[in-house]
């Protein structure tokens, strides 16, 4: 085997249909060229899986791999990424999970695990001391992942970690989730489906290896500074007892969905009302100081007894406000029916939003109400695919032919992208970057371009000068991106936005660290991921080459796309977005991030050219050119661009 610094140095290659696994060597250039993670999965299913390939047939393929800097000291670097041709979209997609398991497949030796294939009968993977095990599921098929969790750990080993799914994944709801042991779920494009479809129920890992560093005591003296800065984060008191709470006051306005008026849903939501749910301490990631996750216990009420989980607080916020439940009690108790049945509480809630909302309209012929008990009833259904809800299991276009509607007509949704609906509604957070993102880039939360800009009228001086020059634009760069009436163009701005998250993402690292640079402390930015890169690996990069490796990466994504047969049409913007959304508080239609100009549909489509100049595609195509695809050294790989 090859000795890599950072890198376990193996991939593991699993055949469920033939029940065959095999290790095999990183392949240096594979490394150096995609760094890990999510790169490693793009340039793997390039490589593995069949063009038109079924999402939900045996020919799919499965990656679960992290980067290079997994179970080192760098901190909030061990993040797992689920990498698959998603069943909801039909592109491929990235969802990413926290938690342990990320550094525990880094101990058992491995980068990557490919699944492919489809188990005779209900299996799991069990992986440790180098053998791989494939074993029995049938006595936990049909369990929630709770459920499973006891039988696993206690057929394995007490110290093991897993990811699993739910009945929803058993079942092939198209969007549901894997779940870590941890519960740091991948809950966004129906990896749980995929898993579901391959009949398999999870993958259990120990590991007692180390991951070598090569320069080992610099790295602890960074990482030592670094969380010196992290500790003077004047965030990080409330941080550790709200969790990504602690920034409602900034965050929640641009989150609302306009259903009640802010002060309402503050007083029904606010982080007091947030107290009186909270569990236990919050938990983190492996080496991570932040400590986001947050664990509710319902002590009083119908719901008395109930505990549950999530990363962010935000989330059963928004979906209270967006469901009309004014016991937010009620909310923890939806979200906690998904993570128990491996679904994404996001999706599900807007699905059901939807047609409830639609029945009310007179627009469907069954009668919904908008309760709690209709609610939970629907999100059962969805994830036992039987009854009316289960009529939504496929998701959107499904659901919509099946009931005869229309899925962009629907203002009260957050916007619709390639049968994904959008984390951020632009028309409240207005356009920045990551809103923009949703247009280029169909993706899960962390997937995104968050940023500095993802903080509410971030300053346009403090863009430019600490968030533009940590990625290393040139003055010529920086000139095209902060031009036009505001001062500020998202679509050029997303360009280098998407390479740097490509770059986070295939380290590893957590975007959580990706907000702090204006407050003059050490944060995560390329100059940082550079270092921690070069520290860890021994190989010297720069931002310039980081940069580079995130392009191609990002091109590799679009053009494995391209071929399934997307086209530039598919990358319009949601019609939803282009609806005025009435609130109590007035009408709220889309504007650019500073709030001066409000946005038209031609507006939008002329931040799409810019965008496609910026990146050197083809305009007319909205695809790279042969040109761009020769600079960054993939022409050699065939990728088929459509004829004229
Ligand atoms: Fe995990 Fe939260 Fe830390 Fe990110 S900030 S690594 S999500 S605990």
Not at 79 to 102: E, H, N, Y
Not at 621 to 631: H, I, N, Q
């Amino acid at each position: 085997m090859v000795q890599y610094y950072g890198y376990a140095g193996r991939i593991l290659y699993v055949d469920l249909s033939k029940g065959e696994a095999v290790a095999r060597d990183l392949p240096a250039d594979l490394a150096k060229a995609f760094i890990g993670a999510r790169g490693f999965g793009a340039k793997l299913l390039w490589d593995l899986v069949p063009r038109g390939a079924d999402p939900l047939g045996p020919d799919n393929v499965l990656v679960l791999a992290v980067g290079p800097l997994a179970g080192t000291a760098a901190q909030s670097a061990s993040r797992w990424f689920a990498i698959f041709k998603s069943p909801l979209t039909g592109t491929f997609f990235r969802s990413v999970g926290g938690g342990m398991f990320g550094a525990m497949l880094k101990f058992a030796g491995y980068d990557a695990v490919v699944i492919r294939g489809r188990a005779e009968k209900p299996t799991y993977l069990w992986i440790s001391e180098g053998e791989v095990e494939f074993r029995d599921a049938s006595r936990i098929w049909g369990m929630t992942v709770d459920g499973a969790k006891e039988f696993l750990l206690e057929e394995t080993d007490r110290n093991a970690r897993f990811v699993a799914i739910g009945p929803a994944g058993e079942r092939l709801v198209r969007f549901a989730a894997i779940v870590s042991d941890d519960y740091r779920t991948a809950g966004r494009g129906g990896g749980g489906a995929v898993m579901g479809s391959k009949n398999l129920k999870a993958v259990v890992v120990r590991g007692e290896g180390r991951v070598a560093v090569a320069r080992e005591g610099e790295l602890s003296e960074v990482v030592r500074e670094w969380r010196r800065d992290i500790e003077k984060n004047p965030l990080l008191p409330q941080w550790r007892v709200l969790g990504i709470m602690a920034g409602w006051a900034a965050h929640s306005p641009l989150v609302r969905e306009g259903v009640w008026e802010y002060s309402r849903w503050n007083e029904l939501y606010g982080p007091e009302r947030w107290l009186e749910l909270k569990g236990g301490a919050n938990s983190s990631c492996w080496g991570c100081p932040m400590a986001c996750r947050v664990d509710f216990r319902i002590r009083e009420g119908r719901h008395a007894g109930l505990s549950t989980y999530t990363g962010s607080y935000m989330l059963p916020a928004r979906v209270g406000q967006r469901l009309e439940l004014e016991d937010p009690r009620d909310a923890v108790a939806l979200l906690d029916l998904c993570n128990r049945e491996g679904m994404c509480y996001f999706t599900t809630s807007q699905l059901v939003n939807w047609v409830t909302r639609a029945s009310g309209r007179g627009r469907l012929k069954e009668r919904l109400e908008r309760s709690f008990e209709t609610y939970l009833s629907l999100f059962r259904q969805i994830a036992g695919r039987e009854g009316f809800g289960g009529l939504l299991s496929d998701g959107w276009y499904p659901a919509a032919e099946r009931l005869g509607l229309d899925p962009e007509d629907f203002e009260e949704g957050t916007g619709l992208f390639r049968g994904v609906d959008a984390i951020q509604d632009a028309r409240f957070t207005r356009l920045h970057p990551q809103a923009f993102s949703h247009l280029t880039s169909p993706r899960p939360h962390h997937g995104g371009t968050q940023s500095l800009y993802t903080v509410p009228m971030m300053d346009l001086q403090v863009l430019r000068e600490v968030d533009a020059r940590d990625m290393g634009l040139s003055e010529e760069e920086l000139s095209r991106v902060f031009s036009g009436p505001t001062g500020f163009n998202p679509g050029r701005y997303a360009r280098y936005a998407e390479d740097r998250m490509a770059v986070y993402n295939s380290l590893g690292t957590c975007i959580v660290h990706a907000l702090w640079g204006f407050l003059g402390l050490r944060y995560l930015n390329l100059r940082q991921a550079a270092e921690l890169y070069s520290l860890v690996t021994g190989r010297e990069v720069g931002v310039g080459e980081l940069r580079r490796a995130g392009e191609r990466i990002f091109t590799y994504w679009k053009m494995l796309n391209a071929e399934e047969g997307f086209t530039k049409e598919d990358y319009r913007c949601s019609r939803i977005w282009l609806l005025p959304r009435r609130t109590p508080e007035g009408e709220v239609v889309l504007r650019d991030y500073y709030g001066e100009v409000a946005l038209s549909e031609e507006d939008l489509d002329r931040f799409l050219g810019d965008y496609y100049q910026e990146r050197g595609w083809d305009e007319s195509t909205g695809l790279p050119a042969p040109e761009k695809l020769r600079e960054l050294g993939l022409e050699e790989e065939g990728f088929r661009l459509p004829g004229p």
